[in-house]
């Protein structure tokens, strides 16, 4: 299985809202921290950067924190636990990529939960049928 995170080519805001498509089909919306272009040579700032563009592996392992199986991006540089999951504004994610049907400006995605147990149930299917799952963002 194959995800494509398309984020904007350039950014202002405090907040990066991105297309997540699957297998080249469009599945939501995406909401991570400020792009800093970090694989262009852009500065960290802890808890308030976006993951670099690229390409991860990606697998469900157990999250302590949210006590429950979640995706996880595998070999994210400068980060560590980088997960996809449901949230609305950049307060709920620290690095990580939050999913949502709708967007609303530059800062908020809404009906995450419904979004990210669509796609949870796509990612858990796919590692049932024994698919290897890569997340590339752009």
């Known amino acids: 299985m194959k995800l494509r995170l398309k984020r904007p080519s350039t950014s202002d805001a405090s907040a990066t809202i991105g297309e997540l498509f699957v297998d080249g089909q469009f599945i939501c919306y995406t909401l991570e921290d400020k792009d800093r ?19 991860y592996d990606v697998v469900i392992t157990h999250s302590n924190r949210f006590d429950r199986l979640m995706p996880l991006l595998l070999d994210v540089p400068q980060f560590e636990g980088v997960r996809i999951h449901a949230g609305n504004t950049t307060s709920d994610t620290e690095g990580c990529i939050l999913v949502g049907s709708y967007k609303r400006g530059n800062d908020f995605i809404g009906s995450s939960r419904p979004a990210y147990n669509a796609l949870f149930e796509m990612l858990e299917s796919a590692v049932e049928q024994g698919e290897k799952i890569t997340l590339e963002v752009v």
């Open 37 to 55: 272009l970090l694989e262009s040579g852009g500065l960290k700032v802890k808890g308030d950067t976006a993951i670099p563009r690229g390409k």
